[in-house]
């Protein structure tokens, strides 16, 4: 069973940065597409970023293009999502998503797996 812990979200003002990492077990981590989607309250899961199983080929959210970078280290077992000029528009509880499959999805459905969240808060 795969488990994916998110970690280093936090309060931050606005044009501030902060790095998300979530680490992955219990399966093999170069075997799964990786994703970021963020739910702000009252509104539905967005997706952010995606990274390939080998982190060559990677997608963004055009809200985040430009700002935000998605990374993984394989040997670490881990993701990360950079983000950079951040706005209170980005302020949300962002999960990272894991799914075993050759293609980048973008759609929350096409996961298996999911985090627990870690909570972003962008001051103004």
Not at 13 to 25: I, M, T, V
Not at 44 to 54: I, L, N
Not at 104 to 122: A, F, I, N
């Amino acid at each position: 069973q795969v488990q994916l812990v998110e970690s280093g979200g936090g309060l931050v003002q606005a044009g501030g940065s902060l790095r998300l990492s979530c680490a992955f077990s219990g399966r093999t981590f170069s075997s799964y597409s990786m994703g970021w989607f963020r739910q702000a309250p009252g509104k539905e899961r967005e997706f952010v970023a995606a990274s390939s199983r080998s982190g060559v080929t990677t997608y963004y959210a055009d809200s985040v293009k430009g700002r935000c970078t998605i990374s993984r280290d394989n040997a670490k077992n881990t993701v990360y999502l950079q983000m950079n000029s951040l706005k209170p528009d980005d302020t949300a509880v962002y999960y990272c998503a894991a799914a075993q499959t050759f293609r980048v999805p973008l759609r929350s459905y096409e996961y298996d797996y999911w985090g627990q969240g870690t909570q972003v808060t962008v001051s103004s």
